[in-house]
C-alpha cells in the first residue's frame, strides 16, 4: 500500500516525517520538505495499522493512492528482445538486464563503423557496467549518460536505451546532427545487480546487492566523493539511503567514476537519468547556494524543459538538489561538476508526479522517452546559444558569451 500525507504542515510535523523515515518498516517514495504537496509511504499490510495510527496521532491529512502495489506491478510489461532483430526493441515495454546487454552488442555488431562497446565499471557481484559509445570519427567533444543507478527507476534505463535508438536510426536533421557533432557515451544501467533484483526478486529494491551484516546494499547515488554523508544519507545499512560505509566504498560507483575520470576533460555534458517528480536537477546536493555557472545552466535548463513540454504539455521544475527537492549529497552529478569541472550537469527525475511513481505505466514509457530526447536535443541547442559546447571551445569560468539576434551579451555567473 501506497500512502500520500499531505505536507502543507508546520514545520514541527515535517520533523516528525523525517524522523519516522529512519523507520525501515516504511519505503518513502518521496522526501518530507515542505515545498512538496504530499509525501508517498509505502507500507506493507502488517505495518499498516501502525503507519496510519501515526498519521492519526499527529493530525495529519493523508489518503491512500496504491492499495495493492503488487496490483500495479502485475501491470508492468516485460517484453523478451529477440536476439539478433533490433528492432524487437520496442517501446511499449521494459527490459532484463539481459535483454539490454544483448540490444547493446547487436548494436555495435550492426552499426560496427560508429558503435562500440565499452565497460564502465563492475558491480559487487562481479557483472560488467556495460554501456555503448557512438562516434562519428576522432577528435569530438563528449556527452555522458548515465542511467539505472537506483534499480527500482526503470523508466530511466528504457530512455536512455531510446536516445541510443534515435542516435542510430532516426532522420530528424537536429538528431542526426547530434549524433555525428559529438561522441556520445550511454550507460543505460549503472547498477546491475540492484537491477536484476527488481526483475527477479523485489520490484521495490533500490540499491546495490553488497551485504552488510544482515543487510544488503548501499544506495549508490550517496556513495560518490561529494560532500559524502553531508546531507539526505543515512548511517544505516538498513536504510534505503545508506550511503556505504565511505565514499567510493562501492565497486559500481569506484569504478565508473575511475573510467569517467579518464575522459573528464573531453565531457561538455553530462546527465544522470532517475525518476520520479519530473525535474530538472542542477548540483549541488547540499546547499542552495548558486555556484560555478548556475544562472547559464538552469536557463538552458528550464528553455529545454519547454521543449520538453511541447508534444505531450508535461511541466517540469528546475533548479538544484537542495532547492528544487532536499538536501542530498554524495550523487553522481555533484561529483562530476565538483571533481571534474563538466560545464554542463544534469539529473533527470523523469515521469510522473506521484501517480504512479517507480510503477510508470508501459503506455507513458514512448512518451516519456519522446519527450525525454526533444528536451536532449533542446539542451545541446540551448548551450551553444549560451556559448557552450561549440566544437569543445570552452570559455573561462567567470563569464559567457551569449550571441543571440546579432547582439553580443555579457552575463555573469
Known amino acids: 500500500m501506497v500512502i500520500a500525507i499531505r505536507t502543507d504542515l508546520a514545520q514541527a510535523k515535517v520533523k516528525l516525517l523525517e524522523e519516522l523515515q529512519n523507520d525501515v518498516r516504511f519505503d518513502f517514495w518521496t522526501d518530507p520538505v515542505p515545498s512538496a504537496d504530499f509525501v508517498q509511504v509505502m507500507t506493507s499490510p ?18 491512500i493512492t496504491m492499495n495493492n502495489v503488487q496490483e500495479y506491478v502485475d501491470k508492468q510489461t516485460v517484453k523478451k528482445y529477440t536476439r539478433s532483430n533490433i528492432r524487437t526493441m520496442t517501446w511499449d515495454a521494459y527490459y532484463t538486464q539481459d535483454d539490454i546487454n544483448a540490444w547493446l552488442d547487436d548494436l555495435a555488431n550492426t552499426y560496427q563503423d560508429i ?10 557481484e562481479g557483472r560488467d557496467i556495460k554501456g555503448i559509445k557512438i562516434s562519428h570519427g576522432a577528435g569530438r567533444r563528449i556527452i555522458f549518460i548515465e542511467g539505472g543507478i537506483h534499480s527500482r527507476e526503470w523508466i530511466s534505463p528504457s530512455a536512455a536505451c531510446y536516445i541510443i535508438n534515435e542516435l542510430l536510426t532516426s532522420d530528424d536533421p537536429e538528431t542526426v546532427a547530434a549524433a555525428r557533432d559529438y561522441d556520445w557515451y550511454i550507460f543505460p544501467v549503472t547498477n546491475p545487480d540492484g537491477y536484476i533484483w527488481t526483475h527477479e526478486s523485489f520490484r521495490m529494491w533500490r540499491k546495490n546487492r553488497r551485504p552488510f551484516g544482515n543487510n544488503f546494499g548501499a544506495d549508490l547515488n550517496r556513495n560518490w566523493n561529494n560532500n559524502w554523508l553531508v546531507a539526505g ?23 565508473l567514476s575511475s573510467y569517467i575520470s579518464t575522459i573528464g576533460d573531453q565531457i561538455d555534458l553530462y546527465l544522470s537519468f532517475h ?11 547540499n546547499t542552495t547556494d548558486h555556484l560555478d555557472n548556475y ?10 524543459m519547454g521543449a520538453l513540454s511541447v508534444r505531450y504539455e508535461t511541466q517540469y521544475v528546475t533548479g538544484n ?12 552529478v555533484d561529483w562530476v561538476k565538483g571533481h571534474l569541472r563538466v560545464p554542463l550537469v544534469y539529473c533527470y527525475e523523469l515521469r510522473d508526479r506521484g501517480t504512479f511513481g517507480f510503477l510508470l505505466p508501459t503506455d507513458q514509457i514512448l512518451p516519456n522517452n519522446q519527450e525525454t530526447m526533444d528536451s536532449v536535443l533542446d539542451i545541446i541547442f540551448q548551450a551553444k546559444r549560451f556559448g557552450y559546447m561549440r566544437s569543445g571551445v570552452r570559455l573561462p569560468g567567470a563569464f559567457s558569451f551569449l550571441i543571440m539576434f546579432g547582439v553580443v551579451l555579457t552575463y555573469f555567473v
Open 115 to 124: 558503435v562500440s562497446e565499452i565497460i564502465g565499471g563492475v558491480s559487487y
Open 233 to 255: 544519507a543515512s548511517s544505516n545499512p538498513a536504510s534505503d539511503i545508506y550511503a556505504g560505509p565511505g565514499p567510493f566504498s562501492e565497486p559500481e560507483t569506484r569504478s
Open 295 to 304: 544562472y547559464d545552466a538552469v536557463n538552458i535548463g528550464r528553455r529545454a
Open 321 to 332: 538538489i537542495a532547492e528544487v527537492i532536499y538536501e542530498a549529497s554524495g550523487g553522481s
Open 275 to 285: 525518476s520520479f517528480s519530473q525535474m530538472l536537477l542542477l548540483p549541488y546536493g
Open 46 to 63: 502488517a505495518d499498516k495499522a501502525d503507519l496510519l495510527s501515526f498519521i492519526d496521532k499527529n493530525e495529519m491529512r493523508s489518503e
